[in-house]
């Protein structure tokens, strides 16, 4: 049960710059701050994420629809701002029931600091609670500062196709799907329940 993982946030983090950080799941009162991260993000860079939340209406939607067996969404809060955010997202069903997708986007000031790997460390966990055996990770081949930050992690390539996406000018971009394996611990996957 993914509930289980979230009893412990939240929780410190010491990033590589000696900032303290909070790590906690989403709030619905979060959406001001969250709003004022999305906006920090150069807009270049936030056309290549995969979800893209276009302003506070979207942004306040995200926000109050908390339903982690659906979507868990951690934040890294420092300095009291969001420095990042990574969100597990589930499939109630089907041939990929078992498959988390995974994303992450890490504020400009806090990359390489530490904060996505608290954020995926955090996914993991709750990924393994919640009975995933896998996660996986899609990404625009233009980010390729992010596709190495989750190699760091553990995550490998895939798959590459390239001149697979298009952007909005019609300009080809490779697609990269990233996979980790996680190790099942067969106590939380519910199974007799």
């Known amino acids: 049960m993914i509930e289980f993982a979230l009893e412990k946030y939240p929780v410190r983090q010491t990033l590589t710059n000696g900032v303290q950080a909070m790590i906690r799941p989403l709030q619905e009162d ?26 506070a209406d979207e942004i306040e939607a995200w926000c109050h629809d908390l339903n982690c067996e659906k979507r868990l969404t951690l934040l890294a809060l420092a300095d009291g701002q969001v420095a990042g955010h990574a969100t597990l997202h589930q ?6 029931r078992h498959i988390g997708m995974v994303d992450a986007l890490i504020h400009p000031d806090y990359r390489g600091l530490g904060v996505l790997r608290a954020l995926l460390g955090g996914l993991v966990d709750a990924a393994s609670h919640a009975g995933l ?15 190495q930050s989750f190699i760091k992690c553990g995550f490998v390539e895939l798959l590459r196709l390239p001149d697979y996406l298009r952007d909005m000018q019609a300009q080809p971009h490779d697609y990269v799907l990233m996979g980790l394996n996680l190790a099942v611990d067969y106590e939380n996957t519910g199974a007799g329940d």
Do not use: M, Q, Y
């Not at 979060?30 to 302003?55: M, Q, W, Y």
């Not at 499939?91 to 990929?96: D, I, N, Q, V």
């Not at 055996?133 to 596709?147: D, I, Q, S, W």
């Open 30 to 55: 979060d959406g001001v701050a969250f709003t004022r991260f999305h906006e920090a993000i150069p807009s270049g860079e936030r056309f290549l994420t995969k979800h893209r939340l276009n302003g």
């Open 91 to 96: 499939r109630p069903g089907g041939w990929k």
């Open 133 to 147: 055996t896998r996660l996986e990770a899609e990404f625009n081949g233009e980010r390729k500062n992010t596709v």
